[in-house]
């Protein structure tokens, strides 16, 4: 963890050539009424090139925003892009479970609110040498976090066959798993996937022709190395109650997923700390047993056609917001 840590922005990569934020307008108006107070701080929890971020400070004058991404590029990005408003400004190079030790170490006790833009972003998807894509030729990278060690090419170079069964079920749903993970073991004893384009032939060739008609058959072999590379579900297990125990009372948090891994656990957290904790049977609830958190919206909230036309990158997202209603007791 990093406070201001410094990074590079790919040269290609021009800051102004940075996509729409999704659902921005809709999550302004969930977050304004905490935001607005004296002496608000938010916390972007996943910064990315600061396309949210720049809309808040924009909008709410006297809010401080604390960054926090495990992406240097686009922490240097977002570091230009934010320059007018350095004096409310903390960025952090961290990846968002370490929100509670980046909040200590800045010593803020608690914030206004907490937004997540969860999932892989613009810029990791748009630089080819990424390894994101799986419709680009580029080197089997795909961390998010380019100073960590685990890369796409070590875990089909060394999972075994079951581990990587395991994740391409878990993680990409992938009803072919076993076929490709015993295709990838197989390839290995010759010589091993180094590229994109030689994991993606692989894949096409174990692929019956009929289940290749059902849209490009290796999505979710890429997108199941790929949280797994970054553990981003187990990141996000820890992340989303270290988020709710740092919101002030009256603070709220929104929480966009774009895959329905991510937000079954963001559901699973925030459904349980707005339910009642009573036994049942006892007659009055008391005070410690009333529901912590109160859901704002209804259910997983989706963009709407207009957004989806407009932003095509927010058609599968799921928006979750809640409102803090009392500090739990440790």
């Known amino acids: 963890m990093g406070i201001s840590g410094r990074g590079s922005a790919r040269d290609a990569m021009a800051d102004n050539d940075i996509h729409t934020p999704v659902l921005l307008e809709r999550t302004i108006e969930l977050l304004a009424p905490a935001l607005s107070r ?26 401080t925003l604390v960054g926090i991404d495990r992406d240097q590029d686009a922490l240097a990005i977002a570091r230009r892009r934010l320059a007018p408003f350095t004096d409310r400004v903390q960025l952090v190079h961290a990846v968002y479970d ?64 079951l581990e990587l069964r395991r994740i391409f079920y878990e993680y990409g749903d992938e009803k072919l798993a076993p076929r490709y993970a015993s295709r990838i073991v197989q390839r290995r004893e010759d010589r091993p996937l180094t590229t994109s384009a030689e994991l993606v032939e692989l894949i096409i060739a174990a692929t019956p022709a009929a289940a290749q008609r059902a849209g490009h058959p290796a999505k979710r072999v890429f997108q199941a190395l790929r949280i797994e590379v970054n553990q981003e579900l187990s990141v996000l ?39 009642s904790t009573a036994p049942r049977g006892l007659p009055v609830e008391l005070p410690q047993h009333r529901p912590e958190l109160r859901l704002l919206v209804r259910g997983a909230e989706l963009a709407s056609d207009e957004e989806k036309l407009r932003n095509p990158r927010a058609t599968p997202v799921r928006l979750r917001a809640v409102e803090k209603l009392r500090e739990v007791s440790a």
């Open 98 to 161: 370490e929100l509670g030790s980046v909040l200590a170490e800045l010593a803020v006790p608690r914030v206004a609110g907490i937004l997540f833009d969860l999932g892989v972003s613009s810029l990791q998807l748009d630089l080819v040498e990424r390894g994101f894509s799986y419709s680009k030729d580029s080197p089997l990278d795909m961390r998010m976090d380019a100073s960590s060690q685990r890369t796409a090419e070590i875990i089909l170079a060394t999972y075994s066959e």
């Open 38 to 63: 004296e002496g608000a701080v938010l916390v972007d929890a996943t910064l990315g090139m600061a396309g949210h971020a720049q809309a808040f400070l924009e909008r709410f004058p006297d809010l």
């Open 237 to 275: 297990e820890r992340a989303i109650p270290a988020a709710v125990d740092a919101l002030e009372v009256g603070g709220r948090m929104v929480v966009l997923s774009y895959q329905s891994l991510e937000d079954r656990i963001v559901k699973r957290v925030v459904q349980a700390r707005a339910a």
